[in-house]
């Protein structure tokens, strides 16, 4: 298993009204810079770079305190990165049925990626929080099959990862 990196733990704590539009930019934003990373060949850092200095704080309109959250973005992507292998391996094992990794489109892969790591890696995000995030973002591609598909992988990972937090009392919504 690879270690959390330095980037990831620098992150700054969620915000404790719920989760935050920059926060939701971000993971929409993380999966796009997923998938071009995927396509383009390109370094991370590149694809981090460049992402940022197309969209930027442009990515909800610009708006004071409506920014995407650069250093949660960074680290979504930077972590699903460095930790690929074992999240592929932890997504394989929570597909139910025929289904097979491989075979599954590359942007509902690059979404269950970034769900997996946010559940896996960040502690400080609820995980019912991370699986209702990134079943948005999934909307934001696709319909209600895949959307489906999304919540329940991510689900059976949480269930793994932090069956504690996911069999415990409240909906966690509180954060993220």
């Known amino acids: 298993m690879a270690a959390m990196t330095e980037r990831q733990d620098a992150m700054p704590p969620p915000n404790a009204r719920g989760p935050s539009r920059g926060r939701r930019a971000a993971r929409l934003a ?6 071009e990373l995927e396509i383009g060949g390109a370094g991370v850092d590149s694809v981090v770079e460049q992402f940022w200095s197309r969209f930027g704080a442009d990515m909800l309109g610009g708006d004071e305190g409506h920014e995407m959250d650069r250093a949660f973005f960074s680290a979504l992507v930077r972590g699903v990165v460095d930790r690929r ?8 094992s929570a597909l139910q049925g025929a289904l097979n990794f491989d075979r599954l489109e590359l942007l509902i892969k690059v979404v269950l990626r ?20 990134h079943v948005g973002v999934s909307h934001a591609f696709f319909g209600e099959r895949e959307t489906a598909l999304v919540n329940g992988v991510l689900d059976r990972i949480a269930r793994t990862v932090r069956p504690a ?12």
């Open 165 to 176: 937090e996911m069999d415990g009392a409240g909906d966690g919504t509180t954060a993220g």
């Open 114 to 133: 970034a769900g997996a790591f946010e559940i896996l890696a960040r502690p400080d995000v609820p995980p019912r929080v991370a699986i209702a995030e």
């Open 85 to 92: 292998g074992e999240i592929d391996r932890l997504v394989a």
């Open 30 to 35: 993380a999966a796009q810079a997923l998938y």
